[in-house]
């Protein structure tokens, strides 16, 4: 069964830069479309940003000209680089397909202070 983990979290002041990593177990990135998500307590899952399987990236109003997503096929590997940090940003981040189809992980704290 694929297992998602995502790492790169942290505590970082407004304006600061972090970059997110998602790396799976069980299942080639490559053959799919990937996304990254967010959630705040209270709140439904976010899509943030989005790399269909061709390589065009979507990102939601919020983010877009501050987030990309990228991916390493050799490295089986998801990314998120974060510019340009907004408390509003915090959340916790998750990774998955699309349609959030593999078990989600334990996502990864962004925290971002003003």
């Known amino acids: 069964q694929a297992q998602l983990e995502e790492s790169g979290g942290g505590l970082v002041q407004a304006g600061g830069s972090l970059r997110l990593s998602c790396s799976a177990s069980g299942r080639t990135f490559s053959d799919y479309s990937m996304a990254w998500f967010r959630q705040t307590p209270g709140k439904e899952r976010e899509l943030v940003a989005r790399?269909?399987?061709?390589?065009?990236?979507r990102y939601a109003d919020s983010v877009k000209g501050r987030f990309t997503i990228s991916t390493d096929n050799a490295k089986n590997t998801v990314y998120l680089q974060m510019n340009s940090l907004k408390p509003e940003d915090t959340a916790v981040y998750y990774c998955?397909?699309?349609?959030?189809?593999?078990?989600w992980g334990q996502g990864t704290q962004v925290t971002v202070s003003s």
């Open positions: 790399i269909y399987f061709a390589g065009t990236t």
């Open positions: 998955n397909d699309l349609y959030g189809q593999i078990p």
